[in-house]
């Protein structure tokens, strides 16, 4: 006999859905929503009326800086090519000061800026996209005529949390590579004493934005990180690990050349140098562009754009092995292995045929030998 | 007179050839992990996942084997101790360093006797221990990253935090050529020392004797 399957029932208030439809999201689109965060947050069924909830409830004021970056992290956030329940929830936060997206500028802009710095001291969130030069006194990058150091200092040390967007606000990113003219450091660097969340990416998923401050939303905190201060539901499972070419890496079949036929074959990008098996990232799961793809489905390697030390240490990006210190780039540590062991058998080989051939007795138990035959 | 002397105790025997074993299985297959240079056929094989159960497999025992021999650096006799490490500690050490060092490139004829091993010898294997453990913290430290928050993980995670996991894996494939180029010099080594000091050398690490005249000493 079929057992009877337990399912809990979830509810979603009436009220929630129905206002939702009148801001243009259809309950449909909204619950997909609700429990696609739920779930990329790794939280129970049972917390999916807590979302609908906290985000209602909410609203947020947030202070967005940019310095040393692209823009990446703001366009991905933007580049939705329909107006989707993420962007809503994100503009229902109360953004109070974009540098790309607001429509004050100069002095309004600088004005609105430092009146939600007062009115909401302690209670907004600090978001910061780009990393901050640190060299000469900060020179390198000011906004309205002061250091992206002391903006940084100022606004995330009154703000309620941090979060850091992109590899360069995280980590230093490309501006931090060496190099680094500019002396180019992460917000948790430059902000010591803040709580700083840091959700690195080149540029950061959405997803996880969106994630993290419907977390912050339902339970008043920041969610739990790993020891660099990433959240362990974004960065806590390797990519290697839920990489959809696992099967091929084990069984040994490889792309050996963009376009090949294991390339065709959708075989492990191992050694067109991937860098899955040292990057902690939900990639593999919730992809980008609305659950479209990612870099290795798409079929190129990963090149770690969520670690520390990303461009400098996960560079070449087509070949597995960080270069050797000291020397060019087209030495591999391979080929200074090979040399170095080639270099001592030859050594020794000699060193071996010109002993062979030496006279001379170091032991008196020698001269024992030496009689012995003589005898 | 010569005496014939027990100098290598059976842990020191065993964890050499234990050791030997699994330096030369843990190059094969980690050369093969770095590079797979040989490809399946058929997405049903295993190749790379039996090299890494191999590859890990040695590391622990690897790992136990050298743990042993440094217990045993402790409670050992004279001969395994960790006082060998330290020559240039005592002025015959560093004469019988010199001597050896002379002797080698052929500026000097006489060889230093000694029943342990000998000066430059033991500096050698004090390297090498050292690369010994970078190499199983390095290992390890890149193996936990299967686990966050678990058992290597917690203990070997800010190594990896500290380091970068790509300079550690920089690390663990340059110190292989090292341990490489080390075993070309040792076989060759210990050749060349049986030849000339015809005490035994060779069969020494087998059976653990050496024939040894004391007035030479
Ligand atoms: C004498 C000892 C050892 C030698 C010569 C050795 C050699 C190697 C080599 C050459 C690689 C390939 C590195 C690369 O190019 O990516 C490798 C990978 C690896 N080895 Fe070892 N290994 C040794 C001991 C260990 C130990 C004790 C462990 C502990 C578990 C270990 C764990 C690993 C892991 C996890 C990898 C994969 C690294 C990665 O690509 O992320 N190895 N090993
Ligand atoms: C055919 C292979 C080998 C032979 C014939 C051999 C022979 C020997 C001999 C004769 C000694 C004693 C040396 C002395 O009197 O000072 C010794 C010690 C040693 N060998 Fe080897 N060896 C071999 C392979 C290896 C390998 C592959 C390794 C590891 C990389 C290794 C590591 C060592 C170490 C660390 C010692 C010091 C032993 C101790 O104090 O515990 N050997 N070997
Ligand atoms: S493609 Fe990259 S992440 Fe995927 S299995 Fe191969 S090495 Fe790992």
Redesign the pocket.
């Known amino acids: 006999m079929k057992e009877e399957q337990s399912s809990e029932t979830v509810v979603l208030s009436e009220d929630i859905l129905q206002r939702w439809e009148a801001r243009g999201v259809s309950r449909r689109d909204f619950i997909k929503f609700c429990t696609g965060v739920t779930a990329t947050l790794a939280l129970p069924i049972s917390f999916i009326p807590k979302v609908a909830e906290a985000i209602e409830d909410n609203r947020v004021p947030v202070i967005w800086m940019e310095f040393q970056g692209c823009t990446g992290d703001s366009e991905a956030l933007l580049r939705a090519n329909q107006p989707t329940v993420a962007e809503i929830i994100l503009d229902r936060l109360s953004i109070e000061y974009h540098e790309t997206i607001m429509a004050a500028a100069g002095h309004l802009a600088e004005e609105s800026k430092h009146q939600a710095m007062e009115t909401y001291r302690g209670k907004y969130i600090a978001v910061v996209e780009g990393s901050i030069p640190a060299g000469d006194g900060g020179v390198y990058c000011t906004v309205a005529g002061e250091s992206a150091l002391n903006i940084v200092r100022k606004v995330c040390g009154n703000a309620a949390a941090t979060i850091a967007v992109g590899n360069c606000a995280t980590f230093g990113g490309i501006p931090a590579a060496a190099p680094n003219p500019t002396g180019a450091i992460s917000v948790q660097k430059a902000v010591p004493g803040a709580t700083v969340l840091n959700l690195p990416g080149c540029p950061l998923n959405t997803d996880n934005l969106t994630a993290t401050i419907v977390h912050f939303l339902t339970f008043g905190k920041l969610p739990a990180t790993d020891r660099l201060g990433r959240p362990l539901f974004a960065y806590g499972k390797r990519i290697h690990d839920n990489c959809e070419r696992r099967s091929h890496f084990d069984a040994g079949q490889y792309a050996e050349a963009f376009g090949d036929e294991g390339h065709r074959k959708g075989f492990c990008l191992y050694k067109l140098g991937c860098k899955g098996?040292?990057t902690f990232h939900n990639c593999p799961t919730i992809r980008y562009n609305e659950g479209t793809s990612w870099p290795v489905m798409a079929g190129h390697g990963c090149i770690g754009c969520a670690e520390p030390g990303f461009w400098d240490t996960m560079s070449p990006f087509y070949r597995?092995?960080p270069q050797v210190p000291g020397f060019g780039v087209e030495v591999t540590a391979d080929q200074l292995g090979v040399g170095l062991a080639v270099g001592t058998a030859v050594a020794f080989g000699a060193h071996g045929v010109v002993s062979a051939f030496r006279k001379g007795h170091a032991f008196k138990s020698d001269k024992l030998v030496q009689k012995d035959k003589e005898e | 007179m010569i005496r014939i002397l027990y100098v290598w105790q059976l842990p020191v025997r065993l964890t050499h050839w234990i050791n030997a074993i699994?330096?030369v299985v843990?190059?094969v297959t980690?050369?093969y992990?770095?590079h797979p240079f040989i490809s399946a056929g058929a997405t049903a094989d295993f190749l790379m996942g039996w090299t890494r159960f191999i590859?890990?497999s040695f590391?622990y025992l690897?790992?136990f084997s050298v743990l042993a021999r440094v217990i045993w650096f402790v409670i050992g006799n004279e001969w395994a101790s960790w006082r060998m490490f330290f020559p240039w500690k005592s002025r015959k050490g560093r004469k019988n360093a010199l001597d050896f060092f002379r002797y080698y490139t052929f500026t000097g004829s006489r060889i230093p006797y000694e029943v342990g091993h000998n000066a430059l010898a033991s500096m050698a294997y004090a390297a090498i221990f050292t690369l010994?453990i970078v190499?199983?913290v390095s290992?390890?430290a890149?193996?936990g990253q299967y686990a966050p928050g678990g058992f290597w993980d917690s203990i070997l995670g800010p190594v990896v935090t500290l380091v970068g996991n790509q300079t550690l894996?920089l690390t663990?494939?340059l110190v292989?050529w090292l341990?490489a180029g080390f075993v070309i010099n040792h076989i060759y080594s210990a050749w060349l020392m049986d030849m000339k000091e015809m005490n035994g050398t060779m069969s020494s690490i087998f059976g653990g004797y050496k024939y040894i005249d004391q007035e030479e000493l």
């Open positions: 098996p040292e597995r092995l | 699994c330096v843990l190059s980690g050369i992990i770095g590859h890990y590391a690897f790992t010994f190499q199983i290992g390890f890149l193996y894996r663990h494939h292989m341990l």
